[in-house]
């Protein structure tokens, strides 16, 4: 009788405790009810279970909890909160449209979870920053630049003013992946660095990471910049753009079918060469650029995309050479839903970058191009409210055209030339879990695996002790290698082969409620190579592949860091410090000619560079003043040693200082909300200046003055700083209204400091003293813009 009862008792303890632990799901998609737009990084909120999860970069999300009541809280920056309670008793799935705040919100903030650090989840060196508070920073020519906002940014600089690209930690631009709907561009600049390529008005969502970077990124070994579109109003057309002193823009969006079909099309145009034409100046720069994007709901679960970007640069020179380029881009997704818990996202990928150049006055062309065809699959397995598995693939296929001379009178000095095209594959496969693994402890790890292929059609040099740069010992100097052999290899013929292992880990320790600690590690290969020896990219820059001499950069990157929310997220504080160290870094030989180079290994030198550091990031998130200060102390070197012991190595073997060393970086960043009419906005950068190297003595040979220079990178161009203002008029009672308007006006410069993009030395004329001479860019620079919206 008692082993009855005690029997009863143990079938009838299973059966509580495995209804105890019964489980459903809540899964969905969170849009914009304005616009139908799906919404990236929306906070889903637990209360009762201190649990939540956020939605991912196509507006879905899932969390599987216990069987009970939840309240259930739906928030995201700038719109209004959802509460409500949700009956889990069975799977579950639900949609939410979040409205617009009717106040309006400065939305200066650069956090995915409204104002608050995600104390809790194990992501740092990571940076968001909204289409709306790129918008209210002064900006120069009344232009919005995407890219000049990072610079605002800890951890970021570029190489000065009126530059291209932008630098993280310490690496270069050719370091930085820069995603545009998923496909890859190559030049991220206009008018050679004054403009970015990206129209604000388009961009949907924007993300910067500097480390920790997620499993399914490769291919680079600085930073990650990640933008997606908008994907256009599928409950009404409405229209909107501006009218600048230089440029003006336009963007149309509307439903094809309404909450099932839509389309963005949006436009940008520079015009300041039509008024060059007017006073018979025959010079000409100017840009454009289009954003498209079409997308489809076929039903709940299964959903297309397609979009593109298209954007040219134009500069000609008084008839004597006219140059083009840009990049192209094309993206066809699919979204499918297989269940509550599964989520899955399929992309073909085609990029371009071209670069065409026309030398009247010698008589030929040159064009040169990257083409990039991807297949990317990942999926998103939701396996509970503490475990998110992240799995997937991306192949790439790589055709080059570093090359072709076509000559294009009869008496041109130089013959048709075609250098060679190279070829190559890349294939990456991730797997990244995260896990919250206490109430205090949540980790974040992934693991990587890269396989990239050099392959043919091309012919291959060999040399010498497989040596394609040589030392002469008598000149003390590195010179090019003496071929000995050539190899031609067939189409798709494996020239060469790497594969590398690459590790992800961030983790986070909550201390209080209001404050954590968080460190991340990652490492990064990258086989594709920028060919340039100047601090900031051109367009006439090359990249090429991996091969038997080029070997891929391989980095390794430490970051820990303190976090807090001061008075529940009203103030925040970021403080990480990092160091980053990168091997097989490029250098190049000295006088190495990389222009039209068809055996450019043989003058290249495989080095190394570190770079390491502190980040601080103050935010003030409430009230009528916004803002941040960010503020960067770091260093970044370079280091080619010598291969044996007769050599010198570069700069004699020891660590110099790299181009993008910027030791102190202090960037201030506001806005003023001072009535529902007038808004203020501020920017203040102070930086080192840029390591230069300047002649340290001179010498007479033949009656000819030559300069003597010193080791690289000794010396630094002064300190750069800089103010900028601007004020935005609203006109008031334009609420509820189908046309609003807004004139923005900047002065970029504000005390017109001459900041120097370089400095040259020259003898004097007159006294046959030597001097130094400055040249600056921009002094003050006044603007004015108007915007609309239908």
């Known amino acids: 009788m008692l082993k009855k009862g005690l029997f009863t008792f143990f079938i009838y303890g299973i059966t509580f405790c495995a209804f105890a632990q019964e489980k459903f799901t809540l899964s969905g998609t969170i849009t914009d009810a304005l616009t139908g737009e799906t919404m990236i990084g929306v906070t889903i909120l637990i209360p009762d279970l201190n649990t939540g999860t956020t939605t991912n970069e196509y507006g879905f999300y899932s969390i599987t909890l216990p069987k009970a009541d939840y309240r259930v809280v739906i928030s995201f920056i700038g719109f209004e909160s959802i509460e409500e309670t949700i009956t889990l008793a069975q799977n579950i799935r639900k949609n939410y449209s979040l409205k617009e705040s009717s106040q309006l919100l400065n939305e200066l903030v650069i956090e995915n979870n409204l104002n608050k650090i995600d104390i809790k989840k194990p992501e740092m060196s990571v940076n968001r920053l909204s289409a709306a508070a790129i918008k209210k920073m002064p900006v120069l020519l009344g232009e919005v630049d995407v890219v000049k906002s990072l610079l605002f940014l800890p951890g970021v600089t570029n190489a000065g003013e009126g530059q291209s690209g932008f630098n993280v930690r310490g690496g270069a631009v050719d370091q930085n992946l820069v995603l545009l709907d998923e496909a890859t ?30 499993a399914q990124y490769g291919g680079r070994v600085s930073s990650v910049l990640d933008i997606y579109q908008k994907e256009g109003n599928s409950t009404k057309f409405s ?11 336009l963007l149309l969006e509307g439903p094809i079918v309404k909450n099932k079909s839509s389309f963005l099309v949006a436009g940008r145009g520079s015009y300041a060469h039509l008024f060059l034409k007017l006073t018979d100046n025959p010079n000409s720069a100017y840009f454009y650029d289009l954003n498209t994007k079409l ?65 009247d006055f010698v008589g030929f062309d040159w064009v040169s191009s990257i083409k990039n065809y991807n297949f990317k699959y990942d999926l998103n397995h939701y396996v509970s409210d503490k475990t998110q598995l992240n799995y997937g693939a991306l192949i790439t296929k790589y055709d080059l055209n570093p090359g072709i001379i076509d000559p294009i009178t009869k008496d041109a000095p130089v013959n048709y030339r075609e250098l060679e095209k190279k070829h190559a594959f890349e294939l990456g496969i991730y797997t990244d879990i995260k896990q919250k693994v206490t109430e205090k402890f949540s980790a974040s790890l992934g693991l990587r695996f890269s396989y990239f292929n050099r392959v043919g059609k091309s012919t291959i040099n060999y040399y010498a002790n497989n040596e394609a740069v040589v030392f002469n010992e008598a000149f003390q100097i590195y010179e090019k290698g003496t071929v000995t052999a050539t190899k031609y290899f067939n189409r798709n013929k494996s020239i060469a082969t790497y594969n590398n292992f690459e590790p992800r880990a961030s983790v986070s320790y909550e201390l209080t409620k209001n404050s954590a600690i968080k460190a991340n590690y990652n490492r990064m290969a990258q086989y594709m190579q920028l060919i340039s020896n100047t601090a900031s990219p051109t367009p006439l820059d090359v990249w090429t592949p991996s091969d038997n001499y080029i070997k891929p950069q391989l980095a390794d990157q430490y970051a820990i860091g303190y976090f807090r929310n001061i008075k529940d997220g009203d103030y925040t504080l970021e403080i990480e410090s990092f160091y980053k160290k990168v091997k097989n870094r490029i250098d190049y030989i000295d006088g ?7 055996a450019i290994e043989q003058v290249i030198l495989n080095g190394k560079m570190r770079s390491y550091g502190l980040e601080l990031l103050f935010k003030k998130n409430i009230g009528k003043l916004r803002g941040w200060v960010a503020y960067t102390l770091s260093r970044s070197e370079q280091k080619t040693p010598a ?5 010198t190595g570069i700069n004699n ?7 993008y060393d910027k030791t102190h970086n202090l960037a201030i960043t506001s806005t003023y909300e001072f009535s529902n009419k007038w808004q203020f906005a501020a920017n203040f ?21 030559v300069p003597n220079y010193g080791l690289r990178n000794q010396n630094r161009l002064p300190a750069y700083h800089r103010l900028d203002l601007s004020a935005t008029l609203i006109p008031q009672n334009q609420q509820n209204k189908k046309y609003t308007h807004e004139w923005v006006f900047g002065i970029y410069n504000v005390y017109s400091r001459n900041n120097a993009a370089s400095i040259r030395f020259r003898e004097n004329a007159e006294t046959g003293v030597n001097e130094a001479v400055r040249l600056s860019i921009f002094g003050i620079v006044p603007s004015v813009s108007f915007n609309f919206k239908f």
């Open 643 to 647: 291969r044996t012991a007769v050599e």
């Open 239 to 249: 229209m909107n753009g501006g009218i600048g002193l230089i440029s003006s823009r």
């Open 685 to 705: 950068t102070l930086q080192s200046g840029q390591p230069v190297t300047f002649p340290n003595g001179k010498y007479v040979f033949q009656g000819v003055t």
């Open 295 to 359: 997308n489809y709901k076929f039903n709940d679960n299964n959903s297309l995309y397609l979009s593109g970007y298209f954007g040219r640069d134009v500069f000609t020179l008084n008839k004597l050479f006219s140059n083009t380029y840009g990049n192209s881009t094309l993206n066809i997704r699919w979204n499918h839903i297989f269940s509550n818990k599964l989520f899955a996202n399929t992309s073909f990928i085609f990029s371009d970058y071209y670069y065409g150049l026309t030398l």
């Open 653 to 659: 073997g020891n660590w110099y200082l790299s181009a």
């Open 185 to 214: 561009l190559y030049n991220t600049s206009h008018v050679f660095g004054l403009f970015s390529v990206f129209n604000a008005d388009a961009i949907k969502d924007l993300k910067l990471y500097k480390g920790g970077i997620p």
């Open 592 to 598: 190495a000619d990389l222009i039209a180079n068809d």
